[in-house]
């Protein structure tokens, strides 16, 4: 069983669309997390959810915004897509830590295109 | 605060010749410290991880990587190359729940 999917694996999309992608983490976790990883392949955290509530939230535009229904489930929807949006997406997940131990588990990705 | 340093974005070498991955951190506070790997077109995955016990860290296939306090380091070795260690790898500093990444070493390993 997939640990932590994300759908869909590649998405390509007009500027100025809104669009969404979704992440599942079976592993019981309770701490997800979404990582825009540009060209350079630098990653960069875009946001943390632990137990619903966001507990990360860096300098990134308000079209994108994070929606969890569920502990299992983080969703990404993304506003009024520019160019610069164009990057892969990763989701990941763990469990909150007690101690410092910290270990995130990653999803596949999703390669976002903006034309 | 913490941060994480790769000090090389593009290493090559031989096959069958010695892997080092150069990273240094920054922590407030008594650091995790991990490898990840990513391979093209594929995700992270998990290399190894060092949560304050043995300084001496081994992982996967092979690589190990050693945490000096003294030097704030945690570099990333391995014995001796495979063609499949071709990958972009990321040194992540982390503490409750917050992660960061480093910049990322391209590795290259020639035939």
């Known amino acids: 069983d997939t640990a932590v999917s994300q759908t869909p694996k590649y998405l390509v999309t007009q500027m100025g669309n809104d669009k969404s992608i979704k992440c599942e983490q079976n592993?019981?976790?309770?701490?997800m997390y979404w990582y825009k990883q540009d060209s350079k392949k630098f990653l960069k955290i875009m946001f943390s959810?632990?137990?619903?509530?966001?507990?990360i939230n860096e300098t990134v535009p308000n079209r994108f915004s994070p929606k969890s229904p569920d502990k299992a489930h983080l969703n990404l929807h993304i506003n009024s897509l520019e160019l610069g949006d164009s990057a892969v997406y990763f989701c990941?997940?763990?469990?909150?830590?007690?101690?410092?131990?910290?270990?995130?588990?990653f999803g596949p990705g999703t390669r976002l295109t903006v034309l | 605060a913490q941060s994480v340093t790769q000090l090389d974005s593009h290493v090559s070498v031989s096959e069958g010749t010695p892997v080092l991955l150069r990273c240094n951190y920054s922590?407030?506070?008594?650091?995790?410290l991990f490898w990840y790997v990513q391979h093209p077109n594929k995700g992270l995955q998990l290399l190894l991880k060092?949560?304050?016990?043995?300084?001496l860290v081994k992982g996967i296939n092979g690589f190990e990587a050693e945490f000096k306090k003294s030097e704030t380091s945690f570099h990333l070795t391995k014995p001796s190359a495979h063609m499949s260690d071709a990958a972009e790898y990321f040194c992540?500093?982390?503490?409750?729940?917050?992660?960061?990444f480093g910049a990322g070493t391209r590795l290259t390993v020639k035939p």
């Open positions: 959810y632990n137990n619903k509530e966001l507990i």
């Open positions: 990941a997940s763990s469990q909150v830590a007690k101690s410092s131990y910290n270990e995130q588990f």
């Open positions: 592993l019981g976790h309770d701490t």
């Open positions: 060092y949560t304050s016990a043995a300084t």
């Open positions: 922590s407030s506070y008594s650091p995790s």
């Open positions: 992540v500093v982390g503490n409750n729940n917050d992660m960061r």
